[in-house]
């Protein structure tokens, strides 16, 4: 029993003293979103979805809840992120070249349709994130017309 207290004990000060360390936010400025909104005309319901279920892992600029500062949690959460990130970040919009964001979308509508994003894991704690039928269609409905435009980019020019 004294070994099993001692284990707990240790295992205590070292969640204390974690909770010193933590890693880099992610937060930008809003503004970076700026070339993504003005080239995608998202509608007020859209950009609103948007905001609710993928601005915190896919762009600069992540609001953090309450409980990202407790370790081990924001380091998952940082990893988290970073991962999104690096498949879909919409603050580095102006820098895809008009295949690239015709491919993100085309991501992006089979993902919101088969309901694989937003995460479960993010719509467990932030339960305005978990879209609702209607929703699904705006968002989709939205994607298919930002790719028709993409689409007439591609067209070569005579």
């Known amino acids: 029993m004294?070994?099993?207290?001692?284990i707990l004990i240790a295992l205590?000060?070292?969640?204390?003293i974690a909770q010193f360390f933590s890693p880099d936010k992610n937060?930008?400025?809003?503004k970076d979103l700026t070339a993504f909104l003005e080239e995608t005309k998202p509608n007020e319901e859209v950009k609103a979805i948007l905001k609710n279920t993928c601005f915190d892992c896919?762009?600069?600029?992540?609001?953090?809840?309450w409980y990202s500062k407790i370790t081990p949690v924001n380091?998952?959460?940082?990893?988290?992120?970073e991962d999104g990130k690096k498949h879909l970040n919409f603050s580095k919009w102006s820098e895809y070249s008009v295949k690239r964001k015709?491919?993100?979308?085309?991501?992006?509508?089979?993902?919101?349709?088969e309901k694989e994003m937003p995460l479960p894991s993010y719509t467990w704690s932030h339960t305005e994130a978990d879209l609702s039928t209607e929703q699904i269609e705006a968002v989709v409905a939205w994607a298919k017309k930002v790719r028709m435009g993409y689409?007439?980019?591609s067209i070569p020019q005579k």
């Open 12 to 16: 205590l000060v070292v969640l204390v």
């Open 27 to 30: 937060t930008g400025d809003t």
């Open 58 to 65: 896919h762009s600069s600029n992540t609001v953090y809840p």
């Open 75 to 81: 380091y998952w959460m940082a990893e988290h992120v």
């Open 151 to 153: 689409a007439l980019q």
């Open 102 to 113: 015709d491919h993100k979308f085309e991501e992006l509508i089979e993902e919101v349709e």
């Open 2 to 6: 004294k070994i099993v207290k001692k």
